[in-house]
């Protein structure tokens, strides 16, 4: 018998609650935290920071479910009625929707857009690292097979392994290795690359959307569930164009001024 973690948290009633959006709540309220206690750091009002969370949370949602859809339109096209509920949803569609939102609610506040982007990066990324718990929980976003000594070689708690464990076989955890790629990424923003009086505005956000597309570059690979476009992971094309545009930004960005 499988050893899983049940996907459901508890139920009060007719409403079932899942800890898949448990950690995607709490990676809403940490990335929240963070955002505002940088907001304070840079004197800019926290207020403008949590208006701006209030707006865009909600197309973060529409737009990564959007995107996922998008990329399975083979299936939706023919289940329509499950574009809605079934399914998972896709970073890089809460991620263009996000900056989309952002581009508008600075304009209109006559805010500079690079400014606001450097504050929310470091809670981006830290909630990236929690909300990939909800896969985990899900039993999804996995890699290929492995061995159970292979994961125990790997030092990880007996919990992770068994629910690494699906129909009888066990599967990377690219789930962490992901979490732990953005919690690093965190790490070397909030505590290190943030106190550098050289950057300018901009450059945390770049340096955010660079490194987090380079280790899901290399950790897409290792995925079996990836969404595709002919051949190729849509991921992964997606990570080499957001590092090329982050480079190419950044080097004009220090040959001019905004």
């Given at each position: 018998?499988n050893?899983?973690?049940?996907?459901?948290?508890f139920?009060?009633?007719?409403?079932?609650?899942?800890?898949?959006?448990?950690f995607i709540a709490?990676?809403?309220l940490?990335g929240?935290?963070?955002?505002?206690?940088?907001?304070?750091?840079r004197?800019?009002?926290?207020?403008?920071?949590?208006?701006?969370?209030?707006?865009?949370?909600?197309?973060?949602?529409?737009?990564?479910?959007?995107?996922?859809?998008?990329?399975?339109w083979?299936?939706?096209s023919?289940?329509?009625?499950?574009?809605?509920?079934?399914g998972?949803?896709?970073?890089?569609?809460?991620?263009?929707?996000?900056?989309?939102v952002?581009?508008?609610?600075?304009?209109?506040?006559?805010?500079?857009?690079?400014?606001?982007?450097?504050?929310?990066?470091?809670?981006?990324?830290?909630?990236?690292?929690?909300g990939?718990w909800?896969?985990?929980?899900?039993q999804?976003?996995?890699?290929?097979?492995?061995?159970?000594?292979?994961?125990?070689?790997?030092?990880?708690?007996?919990?992770?392994?068994?629910?690494m464990?699906?129909?009888?076989?066990?599967?990377?955890?690219?789930?962490?290795?992901?979490?732990?790629?953005?919690?690093a990424?965190?790490?070397?923003?909030?505590?290190?690359?943030?106190?550098?009086?050289?950057?300018?505005?901009?450059?945390?956000?770049?340096?955010?959307?660079?490194?987090?597309?380079?280790?899901?570059?290399?950790?897409e690979?290792?995925?079996?569930?990836s969404?595709?476009f002919?051949?190729?992971?849509?991921?992964?094309?997606?990570?080499?164009?957001?590092?090329?545009?982050?480079?190419?930004i950044?080097?004009?960005?220090?040959?001019?001024?905004y």
């Amino acid at each position: 018998m499988n050893n899983y973690i049940d996907p459901i948290a508890f139920q009060i009633g007719p409403v079932t609650v899942y800890w898949y959006g448990i950690f995607i709540a709490l990676s809403f309220l940490v990335g929240i935290g963070i955002a505002t206690k940088e907001a304070k750091r840079r004197n800019v009002n926290p207020d403008l920071v949590l208006d701006l969370i209030v707006w865009t949370i909600p197309f973060v949602i529409i737009g990564a479910r959007a995107y996922y859809v998008i990329f399975r339109w083979d299936y939706y096209s023919q289940y329509p009625a499950q574009i809605i509920g079934r399914g998972g949803l896709a970073i890089h569609g809460g991620l263009i929707a996000a900056i989309i939102v952002t581009i508008f609610f600075t304009k209109r506040k006559k805010i500079n857009f690079w400014k606001m982007a450097d504050i929310t990066a470091p809670g981006i990324i830290l909630g990236q690292a929690i909300g990939r718990w909800g896969n985990f929980m899900n039993q999804e976003a996995h890699g290929g097979p492995v061995s159970r000594s292979f994961l125990e070689n790997l030092h990880l708690p007996t919990w992770i392994i068994e629910q690494m464990r699906i129909d009888g076989t066990y599967y990377h955890p690219t789930f962490l290795y992901e979490s732990l790629w953005n919690l690093a990424v965190f790490s070397f923003l909030f505590f290190y690359w943030n106190k550098k009086d050289f950057l300018k505005p901009g450059e945390l956000f770049l340096t955010y959307l660079g490194l987090y597309s380079l280790g899901r570059f290399f950790i897409e690979g290792m995925r079996t569930d990836s969404l595709m476009f002919g051949p190729f992971r849509v991921a992964q094309l997606i990570s080499i164009f957001i590092i090329v545009l982050c480079f190419g930004i950044s080097y004009y960005n220090h040959k001019n001024k905004y």
